[in-house]
């Protein structure tokens, strides 16, 4: 079955929402819009959003990053801005837009602009949030803040395949889905629905990252496959979508990662290269798919 994007909510008499409007009007200027998805909790998602984020800064890119994972709002973090100040503008007709704090990593990159519900709750406090409050919060994220001009917009969402996901692919027409999972074989089947709910959503592009592919031994030097092998590849095969490459475990990620650093910008590791990798053959797949529209 394949679900149609439907036209916005036109209640007679009402008219689209002037928030669905403002998302409509800003993502005029984003020219890719990529979401970034796992199937499951804990693949690492975030620090592929992060660092794919930055590995197209670190090229000279315009990117915005927004945490849509309001369950689990770690961005902010990973790029170091947590504790920035978010200040906001009134517009005439009322409504606020919220500025995105930035970070260049010391000119290592362009300015990466990030927005995330982080910046909204104390850290320590959950978000205890019905789907429509949380729908109503992303859509807040995309159109209540002033992105400017973007070469790239990438959206973490939070795991799984709930509805705030189809709520924000009906509101913003996607460029690409990239599908973060491990090569663990339940991983592997929470992501053959991730995948099949972008496929439905017409999503133009949809690539697969297997993220914690292997560990190289830092004592004998010997690849190990902690988690299985090639299962990213294979799953990406049998549902006929890119395979945009491979992630190993790298202790520096983490550690990077609880610093505000990515691990992208410790270039000689090996997870920088693969990031760096992957970057350039998504950035060559979009650049294609533009040209062929
Ligand atoms: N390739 C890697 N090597 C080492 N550590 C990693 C790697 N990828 C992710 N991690 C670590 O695994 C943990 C989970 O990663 P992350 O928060 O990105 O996952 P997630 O899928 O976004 O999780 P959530 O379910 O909360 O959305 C983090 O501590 C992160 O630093």
Not at 191 to 217: D, F, H, R, W
Request: proline share 6%; charged share 25%.
């Amino acid at each position: 079955m394949t679900i149609k994007t439907p036209p916005n909510f036109n209640v007679p008499g009402l008219g689209v929402d002037p928030l669905t409007q403002r998302i409509k009007e800003k993502e005029k200027e984003w020219k890719y819009k990529i979401a970034v998805l796992s199937g499951k909790g804990g693949v690492g998602k975030s620090t592929v959003a992060v660092n794919l984020a930055t590995a197209l800064a670190k090229q000279g890119y315009f990117v915005g990053i927004l945490d849509a994972d309001v369950h689990g709002p770690n961005v902010a973090k990973m790029l170091g801005v947590e504790k920035a100040d978010v200040l906001a503008e009134k517009f005439e007709d009322g409504h606020f837009e919220m500025m995105p704090p930035m970070n260049d990593f010391s000119g290592q990159t362009t300015p990466i602009k990030v927005m995330s519900m982080g910046f909204m709750v104390p850290e320590d406090q959950p978000i205890v949030w019905r789907g429509p409050l949380v729908t109503k919060a992303i859509k807040q994220l995309l159109g209540d803040v002033k992105w400017g001009s973007l070469d790239f917009m990438i959206v973490d969402f939070p795991p799984g395949t709930g509805d705030q996901i189809l709520t924000v692919t009906q509101t913003i027409q996607l460029d690409a889905a990239i599908i973060v999972t491990t090569p663990q074989e339940v991983a592997l089947l929470d992501t053959g629905k991730a995948v099949n709910m972008m496929k439905q959503m017409n999503v133009p592009y949809i690539g697969v990252i297997e993220n914690m592919s292997y560990l190289i031994c830092p004592h004998c030097g010997n690849k190990i496959d902690i988690f299985g092998e090639g299962g990213g590849e294979k799953l990406a095969k049998k549902e006929g979508v890119d395979f945009l490459g491979k992630i190993p475990i790298d202790l520096k990620a983490r550690e990077a990662s609880d610093k505000g650093i990515p691990i992208v910008l410790y270039e000689d590791t090996p997870a920088a290269k693969a990031f760096m990798e992957i970057s350039q053959k998504l950035l060559a797949k979009l650049e294609e798919l533009k040209e062929k529209e």
